[in-house]
């Protein structure tokens, strides 16, 4: 086998098989095949696609390029729920101790902020103590205890997605949805789950920006996770503006709190409620969503999540008493109000620019070696819909410094969009494709 043939046949639209992926990758991370190879066939990818086989075949070369999680001997069933990205977007803090209050096991395993979307591992680091470098022994261990750990992807994780993915990075072919595709399922499929939830996230806050964007990436993600032999369900949700009324890493802690305490934003918990219902179907817990919704919100009404959340928190190396001392107190201390120019009702709050300006207020990166803040971000009085004075108090902005705060005023206030008339009610979960 030469790599310049299977480029050719990439080239020419042709669906290549596994020996020949695995020819190709297992080459690439070894040293055998050069970038300048990998590149091209890259560009081939993105220009032809991928069939869904061939897709499950990349995905699963990529899964063996390096571990795969052994969740042999605890008993299941294990249901994750991947997020593509959005701003706000804590639904995964909430979400694991909610189902695995009603008996699912939840593998987690999450990234860092990168650009203008947040991180589940920031946010959860920022309780002082809490470690998310969990040892395997340990993860097994949680998940056994608890029903869920949250913990970040090690280096043995996957190690093709890192390689190929800073590749794309700079050869312009991030932007493939068979790529994409095989890099999410690999490194879901790797934590050990049997079923997986994803919220596809659409609109301008999010990594698809269009419906049809999220639709082909939802729609890939279920026959190629089908293929694989997972049981798969997409949910696509609208990230249009920010989910919740808070922004940045300690603050949707708080907001995770509020929601297990029962008394959370409406849209966050609409979206949390949906995604949950349907882990409890993919995991044969419920059979049906209305089902399954309702046993979630009986978690959470009869505060059974909460505690599962602290028995995590605890466990991981967090402070249960000084996350709650905490609470409603820790904000950086350069702040501002952002003031209603003019009276009216918020038509719009751009997820995307509040995102980007959370990355200068230290909320997110550029980089991955940029620092984070725990204390920073964005705490909204009103979102879209609500009736606002002129003059009246939109959100607080907290920032790593003052500069940081000047560096952002206008780029907040040119988020918001406030005109006469309420706009109608945009809904939240856009579509649902399953396969179980
Ligand atoms: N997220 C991933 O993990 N991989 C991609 O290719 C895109 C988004």
Redesign the pocket.
Known sequence: MRAVDIIQKKREGGELDRAELAFFIDGYVAGRIPEYQVSAWLMAVFLKGMSSVEAAALTDVMLHSGKVMDLSGITGPFVDKHS?GGVGDKVSLILAPMVAACGIKVPMMS?RALGHTGGTLDKLESIPGYRTGLSEADFRAFIEQDGFAMTGQTAEIVPA?KKL?AL?DVTAT?ESIP??TA??LS?KVAEGAEALVFDVKSGPGA?MKTPERAEALARSLVSTGTAMGKRIVSVITDMTEPLGLKVGNFLEVEETLDCLENAGPEDLMEVTYRLGAWMLVAGGVAKTVEEGERLCRKSIRTGIARELFMANVRRQGGQPERLLELRGNYRAKDSYEVLAPTGGFIQAIDAYKIGLAGVYLGVGRDTALDPVYPDVGFVLDKKTGAAVLAGERLATVYGKDAASLEAVKALVASAYAIGPGAPARRPLILKEISAI
Do not use: A, C, H
């Open positions: 593509t990234g997605d993915y794309r991030v790529l994409i890099s999410i490194k990594f």
